[in-house]
Structures are given as C-alpha cells and as structure tokens.
C-alpha cells in the first residue's frame, strides 16, 4: 500500500503564489510517476502536472508557464509550486501516485483545498 500526505493549500489573492507538498510512503516503486489533480465544483477531475521519477515533466496547458512540479526523491516527496494564481484555478488539489503494476489510477491523498479571491 502507499499513503500519500498533502499540505500547503489556502486561500490566496489572484497573482499570488502557493507551494503544496506531497509526502509518500509504504511501497514505493523507484519507478514511478506522481502528480497533482484537480477537482473544481460541478467539474471532472484533470490532471495538473505530473513528474516521473527520471524528471520528465507534463503540464495541462493552462498551468504552463505559471505552475512548476518537482520532486525529491530521496524524500519521496512531490511540490507543486504555483505562481500566478487565477481564480479559475481553485479546487481541491490531489495528490497522486502510480507504479507497477501500471494501468490503475494509482493512490490518492486525501486533498488540500486551494482557494484564490479575485
């Protein structure tokens, strides 16, 4: 099993920035992919950005530019730094893990609400 611990989300004003963490632990794969997904009200889950464990990166274009997700290894932790912030881009922030065996969802946090005012 794998557990995955979020933090850093708030409330922000538009063109501010924010920093969400996402600690891993139990079994963890060296090989594998994390990313952060977001949830709006009334809208589907999509990804946000994801980084394999080699560092190639992948961004949804509305991020590009604005957002930058990074990872530690020897911490099995995840960042997603966000500058720039719109209100279009609050949610719920997730978390998320995947590894062999590939071909399921993978793990979930639980969720950290972002929050931008205009």
């Known amino acids: 099993q794998v557990q995955l611990v979020e933090s850093g989300g708030g409330l922000v004003q538009a063109g501010g920035s924010l920093r969400l963490s996402c600690a891993a632990s139990g079994s963890i794969f060296s090989i594998n992919v994390m990313g952060w997904y977001r949830q709006a009200p009334g809208k589907q889950r999509e990804m946000v950005a994801t980084?394999?464990?080699?560092?190639?990166?992948n961004y949804v274009d509305s991020v590009k530019g604005r957002f930058t997700i990074s990872r530690d290894n020897a911490k099995n932790t995840v960042y997603l730094q966000m500058n720039s912030l719109k209100p279009e881009d609050t949610a719920v922030y997730y978390c998320?893990?995947?590894?062999?065996?590939?071909?399921?969802?993978?793990?979930w946090g639980q969720g950290t609400q972002v929050t931008v005012s205009s």
């Open positions: 998320n893990l995947k590894r062999p065996p590939w071909g399921s969802s993978g793990y």
């Open positions: 980084i394999i464990s080699g560092g190639s990166t």
